[in-house]
């Protein structure tokens, strides 16, 4: 099988990122083999990570249900007939106790969703509050509420707001069979107000949605050549639910999800790629191999939002059969003994790979 020569340019600023991907590119290491894209995503992740600690966050709905938005695959879009129950905005004191069990279970992270097209002004107040109150607690923050204009952007950073999520969902190509209440562009310009605002980008899609292959590169592209890679990319497995449109679409093979998680690795390779929704349908197996190919992210809890998720003390039994320790947060100080850390974790075993192109 004759395979692209895959170009080398780099961001000037970071001779490691590249913003410029081609899908070709992508392509050209989707059709590697296996084993040789494992190699090669595994590589990368060690120069930049320790390969064997993976950072947890637990998410929690804090407003569900009634969204008025067309998203085809969501149990949370009114125009669903899903069996959600539609629910208020959960109050600050609630939310709270939520974050504080999660700390509890071992999470660096408190990810707060809300099924909104966009947050409205009367609900800020108490969105700031969580904020401020989850960061109180020595907890990262994150939180997704739709779409956001450029002064919203800039309170929730007031706030201390870590992170904000907001998905590409699927390529710009696939796009419009998705979604229709909302354009590609609405959700670029949300990101870029995160960014201008001094967040933390969390940004990924999701697969199995019907996309071809190329769609699913075209997709990583968008990603990937962001001005900023985002620092957070969570490549979400398709959960079905009777009663959206695509409850009935073919399952995505498994090894095509695991190309995805690999490739994602080797075009943002400083980013953490999370392993998201869907691994309720995953076994050990794939799930390891999913780490292995460059995943070092994952939500603990029994939900995301209203999908199902392992349950905590599965994922601690896998993380004790395969080695793997949670990140712990670190602050600025702590960077660079970090780094000499994973330098040294690297150099130890370099032994055990080897150079696979002499």
Same mark, same amino acid.
């Given at each position: 099988?004759?395979?692209?020569?895959?170009?080398?340019?780099?961001?000037?600023?970071?001779?490691?990122?590249? #913003?410029?991907?081609? +899908?070709?590119?992508?392509?050209?290491?989707?059709?590697?083999?296996?084993?040789?894209?494992?190699?090669?995503?595994?590589?990368?992740?060690?120069?930049?990570?320790?390969? =064997?600690?993976?950072?947890?966050?637990?998410?929690?709905?804090?407003?569900?249900?009634?969204?008025?938005?067309?998203?085809?695959?969501?149990?949370?879009?009114?125009? #669903?007939?899903? #069996?959600?129950?539609?629910?208020?905005?959960?109050?600050?004191?609630?939310?709270?106790?939520?974050?504080?069990?999660?700390?509890?279970?071992?999470?660096?992270?408190?990810?707060?969703?809300?099924?909104?097209?966009?947050?409205?002004?009367?609900?800020?107040?108490?969105?700031?509050?969580?904020?401020?109150?989850?960061?109180?607690?020595?907890?990262?923050?994150?939180?997704?509420?739709?779409?956001?204009?450029?002064?919203?952007?800039?309170?929730?950073?007031?706030?201390?707001?870590?992170?904000?999520?907001?998905?590409?969902?699927?390529?710009?190509?696939?796009?419009?069979?998705?979604?229709?209440?909302?354009?590609?562009?609405?959700?670029?310009?949300?990101?870029?107000?995160?960014?201008?605002?001094?967040?933390?980008?969390?940004?990924?899609?999701?697969?199995?949605?019907?996309?071809?292959?190329?769609?699913?590169?075209?997709?990583?592209?968008?990603?990937? =050549?962001?001005?900023?890679?985002?620092?957070?990319?969570?490549?979400?497995?398709?959960?079905?639910?009777?009663?959206?449109?695509?409850?009935?679409?073919?399952?995505?093979?498994?090894?095509?999800?695991?190309?995805? +998680?690999?490739?994602?690795?080797?075009?943002?390779?400083?980013?953490?790629?999370?392993?998201?929704?869907?691994?309720?349908?995953?076994?050990?197996?794939?799930?390891?191999?999913?780490?292995?190919?460059?995943?070092?992210?994952?939500?603990?809890?029994?939900?995301?939002?209203?999908?199902? #998720?392992?349950?905590?003390?599965?994922?601690?039994?896998?993380?004790?059969?395969?080695? +793997?320790?949670?990140?712990?947060? +670190?602050?600025?100080?702590?960077?660079?003994?970090?780094?000499?850390?994973?330098?040294?974790?690297?150099?130890?075993?370099?032994?055990?790979?080897?150079?696979?192109?002499?």
């Amino acid at each position: 099988m004759t395979q692209a020569v895959l170009t080398s340019s780099t961001n000037s600023d970071n001779p490691d990122i590249r #913003n410029n991907w081609t +899908i070709a590119e992508v392509q050209a290491l989707f059709s590697l083999p296996f084993n040789d894209l494992m190699f090669k995503a595994q590589t990368v992740h060690r120069q930049h990570f320790n390969a =064997n600690e993976v950072q947890v966050s637990t998410l929690l709905s804090i407003k569900t249900g009634a969204c008025p938005e067309d998203c085809k695959y969501c149990s949370q879009s009114a125009r #669903n007939k899903t #069996n959600v129950e539609k629910e208020r905005l959960l109050e600050v004191e609630k939310v709270l106790e939520a974050a504080e069990k999660a700390k509890a279970m071992g999470s660096t992270r408190f990810c707060m969703g809300a099924a909104w097209r966009n947050p409205k002004e009367r609900d800020m107040p108490l969105v700031l509050d969580m904020i401020k109150g989850v960061k109180a607690l020595g907890l990262e923050s994150c939180m997704t509420l739709g779409m956001l204009d450029e002064n919203q952007a800039k309170q929730l950073q007031g706030a201390g707001l870590d992170y904000y999520n907001h998905n590409l969902d699927t390529s710009p190509e696939h796009y419009n069979q998705i979604i229709t209440t909302r354009t590609y562009q609405d959700r670029l310009d949300t990101l870029e107000y995160v960014r201008s605002a001094g967040m933390k980008v969390c940004s990924g899609g999701i697969v199995g949605l019907g996309e071809t292959d190329v769609d699913r590169s075209s997709l990583l592209v968008q990603l990937a =050549n962001l001005p900023k890679q985002p620092e957070s990319v969570p490549i979400n497995m398709l959960v079905k639910v009777k009663g959206t449109p695509l409850a009935d679409v073919d399952d995505l093979e498994s090894f095509d999800f695991i190309r995805c +998680i690999a490739v994602a690795r080797i075009m943002m390779p400083k980013s953490h790629v999370r392993l998201s929704a869907g691994r309720s349908a995953m076994n050990e197996q794939m799930q390891s191999l999913c780490f292995l190919a460059g995943a070092n992210s994952i939500f603990y809890g029994c939900k995301l939002l209203t999908a199902e #998720n392992p349950e905590t003390d599965k994922d601690i039994q896998l993380f004790n059969k395969l080695g +793997i320790n949670t990140e712990t947060i +670190i602050d600025e100080s702590q960077q660079q003994e970090q780094t000499l850390k994973t330098a040294l974790v690297n150099e130890q075993h370099k032994a055990l790979f080897y150079d696979a192109a002499q």
